[in-house]
């Protein structure tokens, strides 16, 4: 359901990274659903770790909350020890899954290839990727911000074509602003994801560019959120630490 004057709805999504055992994986979504059983007219998504994704579809299932990994490998399956397929994603209970987080970039060699092999994969499979894009302190300092982003998106999104944009989620995460605890202005973040916007028209369309959603990630909590998501051209946040605490993520969901 549409909630911003553009028509795209908000999407607000939870990255737990490698955080949460079974219990308490259990415990959150059994708070989150007692104090806070509908979102209203935001997408909510929780991305958590792949060995709570089973518990947490059982509680989520009939709710309108919606799960995420936070990773996929291209392939559909065979000898690839320790990678999950997208449709073992979906098999489990994923709509969405994080791809080309910068953690992954930094911390497990990933690059744009992989990123757009990822992305062609989970969409063959009927996921929404949700595909994560930023740049470093030094490059913003060096004023590359935009030269970055634009070959991220070129890059990663290489292999969609303009009919799958609507399924895409963009993730506007600046490196420096990740776990930092500094988050982008308004401002800044708005500037970014205009940009982003027009990429996405000189490439796609106008009217493919005008569909997808693009989220802030990097530092939001629930002090913030409110004038990222005020911005014309923030659709969303996709949220780390804020996320780990229901109340918090509770407050983020709420934040209107
Ligand atoms: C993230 O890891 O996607 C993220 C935005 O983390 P944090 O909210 O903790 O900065």
Redesign the pocket.
Known sequence: MPNNPSGRQSIIAA?W?MNKTLEEAGQFADNLLNRCPDPGTIEAVIAAPFTALSTLRSRLRATPFRLAAQDLFWEPAGAYTGEISAAMLVDVGCSHVIIG?S?RRQGFGETDAMADKKVSAALQAGLHPIV?IGETLDERQAGQTFDVLKRQIQNSLASCSADVMPRIVL?Y?PLW????GVSATPQQAQEAHSYLRELLAQRWGTEAAEAVRVQY????NPDSIAALMAEEDIDGA?????SLDVDSFIQLLTYS
Do not use: F, Q, R, Y
């Open positions: 990255n990274k987080h953690e994560c993730g995460e602003a990740i776990g930092t990630g990097g530092s939001v996709l949220v780390g630490g804020a």
